[in-house]
């Protein structure tokens, strides 16, 4: 049995609740605290504790004076901004292309049940995908997807768009968690990359949420001679003392 929600989770929930649902758009003004104190029957103080915190996990933007906007739809992971391949690509001026190997529905299990917070015998969307650049194999994407966030996923031609771009159209990804390490390649995925055996490969693992569910859940992997992960950082040790 689930604990009930605090006040300001209720506040929390409903506001994520709208967005999901389409009611508000990347950029749309919120509610006012005024009119959710009013509508939810809260005290203003929960509502601004709701709302500070839904700032801080990146879901709206405050602006003084103004109000609270829904946040823009690219969000920011903790390694990188979540751009799909095919943007990536681009910008390094390499031609996209992209091989479906497996585009199905599956039961969730016993593993991605606990990484969606559903039950083992639930319905989850799976992608197997190689995305190459100038022909060469780049990426292998390995993609769980939430039915209910993409119910027309199946649909898609993700040899014409990728399923990050996809994503991003249709649903309002505002959260990403990011894991990112170093392995070696099962021989069926060193054959998809077209790598030989041994090559050290990148995994990141990537799980997004839309409002409070999570949207999908996925395994990029890259031979590691082709690809490399950056990030930038700004204000680096601002609160350090300066000797």
């Known amino acids: 049995m689930s604990m009930p929600l605090s006040r300001y989770e209720a506040v929390k929930k409903h506001v994520l609740t709208s967005i999901e649902k389409g009611e508000y ?77 497996i585009l199905c529905e599956v039961d969730a299990g016993k593993e991605l049940a606990a990484v969606f917070g559903c039950a083992a015998e639930d319905k989850l969307y799976y992608l197997l995908v190689v995305h190459s650049g100038n022909s060469t194999p780049i990426e292998l994407e390995e993609r769980w997807v939430n039915p209910a966030i993409a119910p027309d996923i199946l649909a898609q031609d993700f040899t014409r768009t990728t399923p990050t771009d996809y994503l991003l159209a249709v649903a309002p990804l505002l959260r990403a968690e990011h894991v990112v390490r170093a392995l070696a390649a ?35 992997l890259y031979p590691g001679d082709r690809y490399e992960l950056t990030a930038q950082f700004s204000n680096v040790g601002a609160n350090a003392s300066v000797g």
């Not at 069926?188 to 799980?207: F, H, Q, S, V």
């Open 25 to 101: 758009d990347a950029g749309d003004k919120l509610p006012s605290e005024n009119d959710l104190v009013k509508a939810l029957g809260v005290s203003r103080m929960t509502v601004n504790r709701a709302l500070r915190e839904l700032t801080e996990e990146g879901h709206i933007t405050r602006r003084a004076g103004m109000g609270s906007f829904v946040a823009g739809r690219r969000m920011r992971g903790f390694a990188a901004d979540i751009v799909s391949i095919r943007d990536e690509l681009t910008s390094r001026g390499q031609v996209w292309s992209a091989t479906v190997e």
């Open 186 to 220: 099962s021989v069926e995925k060193e054959d998809l990359l077209d790598i030989p055996a041994g090559t050290p490969c990148l995994e990141i693992t990537r799980k997004t949420w839309t409002g409070d569910r999570v949207a999908s859940f996925a395994k990029l």
